[in-house]
């Protein structure tokens, strides 16, 4: 079967990686600086332009405007309905008055390595990147999107990056904690409490129902890692009861489909989104992330999506999220000679082009294809994939933005992982869907070779670009603070894949750190009037 489907691959255009029998009719749209964007025709939408946002069109509002809107809405807006959940405001403000506001940046550095959320907090704001304080239809303290796809690297907080450490359950059990230890007080307070103790008690009922839900059976929640499909299921209200995964049966029914966020710098090329390349659409925003719980009303969603807040988060995550080049966020030299022989590398026949595209010997893109890799010929973890099983991706086919290839007529858009195009790949470790390969080095080397464990911390090993993958810990974490490295470790199913030499792992080491040289130099264009690219240092550089 492998052998099968590789020699499909074989056949087939530096842009294509959708392995079908039959010819597909491919055309070409130009995308941002110059790009040129393959899309099969029979797929409705296109990769997203600038011009198919109404307020755009209308001339309502220029790119820029729109895309900084949405850059504040980004970090300090949740565009929750239905049932947000969250902390009450009120309890909240409670534990954050124990500390002048002045001494709120310190007192959350003092915490953050007991309760490990991963977030990070600017001096001057109130509360750490992805909470967000809403008013309506209560006031609560929740978070939005921004904490799972706002990432630092190097002490640059970069907006789009999947964040490397965020921890839902140690978010959840804080939030349970808050809740729980202030409801004797609330008690206490008799009449004038009754309201926040009502309220409380709610969002603790709504907050273990969502835990009970969300990471029973999966045993790869650590930091870095979020349970997408699980979302998707409660979100469908195809999950709605914990009983519903009381038994190995329901479990199976009901699949984790544990990944890393995956970086959003990629969509202005794309029109096949997720990691699976499952939905053909071009807003991934807009669904299912308004309300956890599922909604009802779906002509006030429908009018929701419409909205000047959303299509402002439109324009941001797509055409403002930023590819930067190495020496915007390392700040070391490149060798150019090896660089230079890394891109010959790159783009030698039934290499890495056919799959990731092409690029100019700066490293910046030039053509790309969405597509599909069978999960045949990719061999990495196939849970994900698994996961969005047909009658769960039949709640996409719902709307009218939506279209699910496979179940609307296109069955060879087969199950698998869509490849991306390569927007400054040296942020996105570790590297897999699974987060299981420490950096480049590791992901180049053949699947049996690679170690199934490596050093999570924020010191960068830049010659191998990311994790140090050691048996014991290298010099440079020794004076680290204990909470700031973590030893992660994993099975084989989330380091395989990826492996022949279709995926450069048959190369010598001297072709190796070669190709690495040139994959540091790898970016993607920015879209024309998007702004400048939002790069927020955490400490003045």
Same mark, same amino acid.
Not at 66 to 83: K, R, S, Y
Not at 129 to 153: D, K, M, W
Not at 168 to 178: C, D, E
Not at 518 to 539: N, S
């Given at each position: 079967?492998?052998?099968?489907?590789?020699?499909?691959?074989?056949?087939?255009?530096?842009?294509?990686?959708?392995?079908?029998?039959?010819?597909?009719?491919?055309?070409?749209?130009?995308?941002?600086?110059?790009?040129?964007?393959?899309?099969?025709?029979?797929?409705?939408?296109?990769?997203?332009?600038?011009?198919?946002?109404?307020?755009?069109?209308?001339?309502?509002?220029?790119?820029?405007?729109?895309?900084?809107?949405?850059?504040?809405?980004?970090?300090?807006?949740?565009?929750?309905?239905?049932?947000?959940?969250?902390?009450?405001?009120?309890?909240?403000?409670?534990?954050?008055?124990?500390?002048?506001?002045?001494?709120?940046?310190?007192?959350?550095?003092?915490?953050?390595?007991?309760?490990?959320?991963?977030?990070?907090?600017?001096?001057?704001?109130?509360?750490?990147?992805?909470?967000?304080?809403?008013?309506?239809?209560?006031?609560?303290?929740?978070?939005?999107?921004? /904490?799972?796809?706002?990432?630092?690297?190097?002490?640059?907080?970069?907006?789009?990056?999947?964040?490397?450490?965020?921890?839902?359950?140690?978010? =959840?059990?804080?939030?349970?904690?808050?809740?729980?230890?202030? =409801?004797?007080?609330?008690?206490?307070?008799?009449?004038?409490?009754?309201? =926040?103790?009502?309220?409380?008690?709610?969002?603790?009922?709504?907050?273990?129902?969502?835990?009970?839900?969300?990471?029973?059976?999966? +045993?790869?929640?650590?930091?870095? !890692? =979020?349970?997408?499909?699980?979302?998707?299921?409660?979100?469908?209200?195809?999950?709605?009861?914990?009983?519903?995964?009381?038994?190995?049966?329901?479990?199976?029914?009901?699949?984790?489909?544990?990944?890393?966020?995956?970086?959003?710098?990629?969509?202005?090329?794309?029109?096949?989104?997720?990691?699976?390349?499952?939905?053909?659409?071009?807003?991934?925003? *807009?669904?299912?992330?308004?309300?956890?719980?599922?909604?009802?009303?779906?002509?006030?969603?429908?009018?929701?999506?419409?909205?000047?807040?959303?299509? /402002?988060? +439109?324009?941001?995550?797509?055409?403002?999220?930023?590819?930067?080049?190495?020496?915007?966020?390392?700040?070391?030299?490149?060798?150019?000679?090896?660089?230079?022989?890394?891109?010959?590398?790159?783009?030698?026949?039934?290499?890495?082009?056919?799959? *990731?595209?092409?690029?100019?010997?700066?490293?910046?893109?030039?053509?790309?294809?969405?597509?599909?890799?069978?999960?045949?010929?990719?061999?990495?973890?196939?849970?994900?994939?698994?996961?969005?099983?047909?009658?769960?991706? /039949?709640?996409?086919?719902?709307?009218?933005?939506?279209?699910?290839?496979?179940?609307?007529?296109?069955?060879?858009?087969?199950?698998?992982?869509?490849?991306?195009?390569?927007?400054?790949?040296?942020?996105?470790?570790?590297?897999?869907?699974?987060?299981?390969?420490?950096?480049?080095?590791?992901?180049?080397?053949?699947?049996?070779?690679?170690?199934? +464990?490596?050093?999570?911390?924020?010191?960068?090993?830049?010659?191998?670009?990311?994790?140090?993958?050691?048996?014991?810990?290298?010099?440079?974490?020794?004076?680290?603070?204990? *909470?700031?490295?973590?030893?992660?470790?994993?099975?084989?199913?989330?380091?395989?894949? *990826?492996?022949?030499?279709?995926?450069?792992?048959?190369?010598?080491?001297?072709?190796?750190?070669?190709?690495?040289?040139? !994959?540091?130099? !790898?970016?993607?264009?920015?879209?024309?009037?998007?702004?400048?690219?939002?790069?927020?240092?955490?400490?003045?550089?």
């Amino acid at each position: 079967m492998k052998r099968r489907y590789s020699a499909i691959l074989a056949s087939m255009t530096a842009f294509s990686a959708v392995a079908i029998a039959a010819v597909s009719p491919f055309i070409t749209q130009e995308g941002p600086g110059g790009s040129q964007l393959t899309i099969d025709e029979r797929l409705p939408f296109k990769v997203p332009r600038p011009g198919d946002l109404p307020l755009i069109a209308s001339g309502e509002m220029t790119l820029e405007e729109l895309t900084a809107e949405g850059l504040h809405n980004w970090f300090f807006d949740a565009q929750l309905d239905g049932e947000p959940f969250g902390v009450p405001a009120e309890v909240f403000d409670f534990y954050a008055a124990l500390a002048p506001p002045a001494e709120h940046t310190m007192v959350f550095e003092l915490i953050e390595p007991f309760v490990r959320t991963g977030l990070s907090k600017l001096p001057g704001d109130k509360l750490p990147r992805g909470f967000v304080r809403i008013s309506r239809p209560e006031p609560l303290i929740t978070q939005n999107c921004s /904490a799972c796809h706002s990432g630092v690297v190097n002490g640059m907080l970069i907006p789009g990056l999947g964040n490397k450490w965020y921890n839902q359950k140690a978010i =959840i059990q804080n939030a349970k904690l808050m809740m729980e230890s202030s =409801i004797p007080l609330l008690q206490a307070g008799g009449s004038r409490s009754a309201d =926040i103790l009502r309220r409380t008690e709610r969002q603790l009922a709504k907050l273990r129902r969502y835990e009970a839900l969300y990471g029973v059976g999966c +045993d790869d929640l650590g930091p870095g !890692m =979020i349970t997408a499909a699980r979302i998707w299921e409660i979100s469908s209200k195809l999950l709605r009861d914990p009983a519903q995964l009381a038994t190995p049966e329901g479990q199976k029914r009901f699949p984790c489909g544990a990944t890393k966020p995956p970086p959003l710098n990629t969509l202005r090329f794309r029109n096949l989104l997720f990691w699976d390349g499952s939905v053909n659409s071009q807003w991934v925003a *807009h669904w299912p992330m308004f309300d956890f719980f599922g909604f009802d009303d779906y002509d006030h969603w429908t009018e929701k999506v419409k909205s000047r807040s959303i299509q /402002a988060v +439109d324009a941001f995550l797509v055409f403002a999220t930023p590819s930067p080049s190495w020496r915007d966020i390392m700040r070391t030299r490149l060798d150019s000679t090896a660089a230079k022989a890394g891109h010959g590398i790159f783009h030698r026949p039934q290499s890495c082009a056919s799959c *990731h595209g092409t690029y100019g010997e700066d490293g910046m893109l030039k053509t790309f294809g969405s597509a599909i890799t069978p999960l045949e010929v990719i061999g990495t973890d196939p849970e994900r994939a698994v996961a969005a099983f047909d009658e769960l991706m /039949a709640e996409f086919t719902k709307y009218g933005w939506a279209f699910v290839p496979r179940i609307q007529g296109l069955p060879e858009y087969v199950p698998g992982y869509a490849p991306s195009p390569l927007c400054s790949p040296f942020l996105n470790f570790p590297y897999l869907h699974t987060a299981g390969v420490a950096n480049l080095h590791e992901l180049l080397l053949p699947e049996e070779r690679r170690r199934r +464990d490596y050093w999570q911390s924020d010191i960068i090993d830049e010659k191998h670009v990311g994790f140090y993958a050691a048996a014991r810990m290298p010099k440079r974490l020794e004076f680290q603070p204990p *909470h700031a490295v973590l030893r992660r470790t994993f099975p084989d199913a989330k380091v395989r894949g *990826h492996s022949g030499p279709r995926f450069g792992t048959a190369l010598s080491e001297p072709e190796r750190m070669q190709l690495i040289e040139f !994959m540091k130099t !790898m970016r993607c264009p920015e879209e024309a009037g998007a702004g400048p690219p939002p790069i927020i240092p955490l400490r003045p550089r």
